[in-house]
């Protein structure tokens, strides 16, 4: 039976995503605590590490090769801010793969805020932090702004518009592509990209929508 770790590492590279042994190590055991912590969180469905390693690390890990082409870091600590982000994904698993990312990974349960919390603790992330907040009520500025599997695209952007960077991208990570939300986007919103994603062991389609603001 295949270790987890090689199967997370050959999964990743499959993807073009090199993983260091502390990052695999700390992948894995973020997936421990979503499931140890389950019950009293309501973190996820799933209920098997087999399950969460390919429906939500690699799911998650997905995102983090076209992220460093759109956003390869520049000087300083760039911030990103995923939204609905409930356990940590893909917030948890993006800063412990760019620990150049300030992330904030924002929910408006409580308790899920709280999980992150726990898992910057755990994992000694100092560039990850849970937030308890309603994304329409927040301030502040991101590079990146994230989300997997949350709102409407038109609910995403227009209750992240004013947070974003000048410069900035959202990076909205999706099932299948969404024609219909695709068509009914807010004024000051530019899609410029809808990338087709292949996660290994999952059998379901996968995309992330690219958007930014349109030049003044």
């Known amino acids: 039976m295949t270790a987890p770790i090689d199967t997370l590492r050959?999964?990743?590279?499959?993807?073009?995503?090199a993983l260091s042994e502390h990052q695999g190590e700390q992948l894995l055991a973020y997936g421990t605590l979503m499931l140890k912590?389950?019950?009293?969180?309501?973190?996820?469905?799933?209920?098997?590490?087999a399950s969460v390693l390919t429906h939500h690390l690699l799911d998650s890990l997905a995102a983090v090769g076209p992220l460093q082409r759109e956003w390869p870091g520049k000087e300083g600590k760039g911030k990103l801010l995923d939204v609905g982000s409930g356990g940590g994904l893909p917030g948890v698993v993006i800063a412990i793969m760019r620990p150049d990312l300030d992330v904030s990974c924002l929910d408006a349960v409580?308790?899920?805020?709280?999980?992150?919390?726990?898992?910057?603790?755990?994992?000694?992330l100092p560039n990850l932090r849970g937030?308890?907040?309603?994304?329409?009520?927040?301030t502040g500025s991101y590079e990146v702004i994230s989300s997997r599997a949350f709102a409407s695209l038109p609910d995403f952007f227009t209750g992240s518009m004013n947070l974003l960077a000048p410069g900035g991208v959202w990076l909205a990570m999706?099932?299948?592509?969404?024609?219909?939300?695709?068509?009914?986007?807010p004024q000051g919103v530019e899609v410029f990209h809808v990338e087709q994603l292949t996660v290994p062991g999952l059998d379901a389609e996968r995309c992330i929508v690219w958007a930014r603001k349109p030049a003044a």
């Open 10 to 17: 050959a999964g990743a590279a499959a993807m073009g995503v």
């Open 37 to 49: 912590w389950n019950k009293v969180y309501n973190l996820t469905a799933l209920r098997d590490p």
């Open 174 to 185: 999706k099932g299948k592509v969404p024609n219909d939300e695709l068509a009914a986007l």
């Open 110 to 124: 409580a308790k899920k805020a709280a999980f992150v919390q726990q898992v910057s603790a755990e994992l000694a």
């Open 131 to 138: 937030l308890h907040a309603r994304v329409e009520l927040l």
